[in-house]
């Protein structure tokens, strides 16, 4: 033991010779390492806190985009605002209405004949809605439409909104657009014969607010501003001059003017929820039809009292923003003028601590990292350390957005705990150990483990080449209906299990796994390193693959068992195999018209409703013969060689399926002579003796090429589908 501690001592003072060369501290080199390592920890430490104070400091923009990417996972993970059932979106779902009403309703409501023409239509569709609306007792009417251009009706919705006036609001643009001299802005205001200027200001009337919403430089919005002044806007109106938003002018005649900021700057708002779940809209074609205002609105008493924004709804208008919940939707401007409108209404305005506060909050988390650093020593117990206190100040954050209303940096102060406290567990860890476990870990994120052992012995076989190899391709069936009845959790795990079991499979027979894409499966044998009996490894991977599929689904419950179907696809030919992808992500993996060949066989499994199809090129290469059938010459979709498909014996066969090759054999015989009635009354036999899939098929076929015989048949099908 004492022989031991020499080497390791004898090995620090070594490398504490070969770093003297190149650091210009000696005095602190020649210190013993346990000595050492306080200042070292603290330089550390110290030195990760400083870059990202300085790089937030200086508005690094992909540090800001990760702190964006932090606040908008809390936002739609937190404490939503409630909505006020006093908001309603009356929704322009579609650009025209064909044939949504009856004789008696056009007749009741003539201006239903506008909407059965093409948006945009007549502005006495929106006369009439306002005057439905008002008459029903709707406080405030908001349409988030500019009526800019003259048009047809522009006289009825005039005096609408002048009869109305105290309780309508209408939008207009602040336009930005680009000149040789630069940027300028412009307003987009209704025409002249709505809404007349005034000789104050052009944006002076109570009933125009500006529909405009300005997301953060990330084109995601999290802000909304209720009031600019002019030279906010560019000088477009007179300085003094206020202009005021839609959502602000909506508040003030719904009488809560004090629910508007007092200042000029845009602030975070509370979202009510994803697009689609806060506010359904209401049909404007439901609500002019007479019927459905008397059935579905209580002849408008739905809408007392309230305010209804109108607006386009449908994803033809294209008013659609990014949003923290934008994934996997965009949220439509309407519904997020009433997102802003129930904030203010609930006064849900999350407040950011000042610049100064943040730099705080960073610089405090540094220095939280290096007490952990001198406090706990041993690797594990630190990383849960790290790993416990980030958890801590996630739900800390949580509780202050939540309850609070204070939103703290997140991503940026996690970032300096976690990258100190593992720069200085990294130096606590002996060096070369590291580099060999820093080069094997990386190269294992690319790399199957079969490709990782080649590569390691042999560097060179990963240079791009051509290569002769085996596929085997296969693909989960029904995945929409088994998310539906599983859900993400119960989907995911659905898809662990198949993927175990396939990859199981796949490497018990030394091949190698080229991706998982999306319920899809693709491996490979003949690569890096030639395999001669690549062929017969994949038939064999095939049928463990099915024996363990065919496992597994007994283990599932019946509903879902009812959907639970895969097909599985062998095929080979010439490929390009070499590392793909970019500086940031490699892959090692196949490029060629053979893969994507692979794939269309693989989709006609379930065309065929067979298990197992096997090309005849792979047939060629088994080493050992089994008993088999020719289920179809084809030319798949976007090929012009035909490809012969097989199905081989394997454990979900029938079990009569050496009759059935004969007796199907012999139907195809005589299919491909261009006897298609002699064959189809075969393929019908087969179809209901055995319940086979080609047979039906063919059979359906066959009764077509009867009743519209090909001018020239050689036997070969061409298939128009994927």
């Known amino acids: 033991m004492k022989q031991l501690s020499t080497r390791i001592e004898l090995s620090r003072l070594e490398g504490m010779n070969r770093l003297s060369l190149y650091c210009p501290l000696p005095n602190l080199l020649t210190m013993k390492p346990a000595k050492r390592r306080p200042l070292i920890v603290l330089a550390i430490c110290a030195a990760c806190t400083l870059v990202f104070v300085i790089l937030w400091e200086r508005g690094f923009v992909p540090l800001q985009q990760v702190e964006f990417f932090a606040q908008d996972w809390q936002t739609r993970l937190g404490r939503k605002t409630d909505p006020d059932d006093r908001l309603v979106l009356v929704g322009i779902d579609k650009p025209v209405y064909d044939s949504d009403f009856s004789d008696e309703e056009l007749q009741r409501e003539p201006v239903l004949r506008n909407l059965q023409k093409s948006f945009p239509w007549s502005r006495a569709v929106w006369a009439r809605v306002i005057e439905k609306l008002a008459g029903a007792g709707t406080k405030v009417?908001?349409?988030?439409l500019v009526f800019a251009s003259s048009g047809d009706g522009d006289d009825e919705l005039h005096q609408a909104l002048e009869k109305y006036k105290d309780r309508i609001v209408i939008g207009y643009n602040i336009n930005t657009g680009k000149s040789e001299r630069g940027e300028f802005r412009e307003l987009l205001l209704p025409n002249a014969t709505l809404v007349p200027e005034t000789a104050k200001s052009p944006v002076a009337d109570d009933r125009l607010g500006y529909v405009n919403v300005w997301p953060d430089f990330d084109d995601t919005l999290r802000r909304t501003g209720f009031r600019q002044t002019g030279s906010q806007v560019g000088d477009i109106v007179p300085e003094g001059v206020i202009l005021e938003s839609l959502d602000a002018r909506v508040l003030r005649k719904f009488g809560r003017a004090d629910a508007i900021p007092a200042d000029f700057n845009p602030r975070l708002f509370r979202y009510t929820a994803p697009p689609d779940y806060g506010y359904r809209p209401c049909p404007v074609g439901d609500i002019l039809s007479p019927k459905l205002w008397e059935k579905t609105y209580a002849n408008g008493k739905a809408f007392e009292g309230k305010i209804v924004l109108i607006g386009p709804t449908a994803e033809i208008f294209h008013d659609e923003h990014n949003t923290p919940f934008t994934d996997p939707k965009q949220m439509g401007g309407p519904e997020i003028h009433l997102q802003i409108l129930n904030a203010a209404l609930h006064g849900e305005f999350p407040r950011e601590p000042s610049q100064s506060a943040r730099l705080f909050i960073i610089a405090l988390s540094g220095g939280i990292a290096t007490a952990l650093?001198?406090?706990?020593?041993?690797?594990?117990?630190?990383?849960?350390?790290?790993?416990?206190?980030?958890?801590?100040?996630?739900?800390?954050?949580?509780?202050?957005?939540?309850?609070?209303?204070?939103?703290?940096?997140?991503?940026?102060?996690?970032?300096?705990?976690?990258?100190?406290?593992?720069?200085?567990?990294s130096y606590d860890f002996v060096l070369e150990r590291l580099e060999r476990m820093k080069l094997r870990n990386t190269m294992g994120l690319y790399f199957s483990p079969r490709v990782l052992e080649a590569v390691l012995a042999d560097p060179g076989s990963m240079e791009p080449r051509r290569a002769e190899v085996t596929l085997l391709l296969t693909d989960l069936r029904n995945s929409t209906p088994l998310a539906e009845v599983l859900g993400p959790q119960g989907m995911f795990e659905l898809l662990n299990r198949v993927f175990e079991a396939q990859t199981h499979a796949i490497m018990g027979e030394e091949g190698n796994l080229e991706h998982f894409l999306g319920d899809q499966f693709l491996s490979y044998w003949g690569a890096p390193q030639t395999q001669p009996d690549a062929a017969d490894r994949a038939r064999r991977a095939a049928i463990q693959l099915i024996t363990a599929m065919e496992q597994l689904r007994p283990t599932l419950t019946p509903e879902v068992q009812k959907w639970f179907g895969y097909g599985v696809a062998l095929h080979s030919g010439n490929v390009l195999v070499g590392n793909k992808g970019s500086a940031r992500r490699l892959d090692y993996g196949l490029v060629g018209d053979t893969v994507n060949e692979a794939a269309r066989i693989e989709s006609l499994t379930k065309y065929y409703g067979v298990r197992m199809l096997v090309s005849s090129v792979t047939f060629a290469r088994f080493g050992s013969g089994c008993t088999h059938r020719l289920v179809d010459r084809v030319i798949v979709k976007g090929k012009s060689e035909p490809v012969e498909l097989l199905e081989c014996e394997h454990p979900c066969m029938h079990a009569n399926f050496q009759e059935l090759s004969e007796r199907y054999q012999s139907a195809y015989a005589a299919y491909a002579a261009g006897r298609f009635g002699e064959a189809r009354e075969q393929f019908e036999v087969l179809a209901r003796d055995f319940s086979d899939g080609p047979s039906k098929i063919l059979s359906a076929r066959c009764a077509e090429l009867k009743e519209n015989p090909p001018d020239a048949w050689n036997g070969i099908w061409k298939l128009d589908t994927k």
């Not at 009417?141 to 988030?144: P, T, V």
């Open 141 to 144: 009417i908001a349409i988030d």
């Open 373 to 425: 650093c001198f406090v706990i020593r041993p690797p594990g117990k630190r990383l849960l350390g790290v790993v416990g206190l980030g958890a801590g100040y996630l739900f800390t954050a949580k509780l202050l957005f939540d309850h609070a209303g204070l939103v703290v940096p997140l991503a940026v102060p996690l970032m300096v705990l976690m990258v100190g406290s593992l720069t200085v567990l």
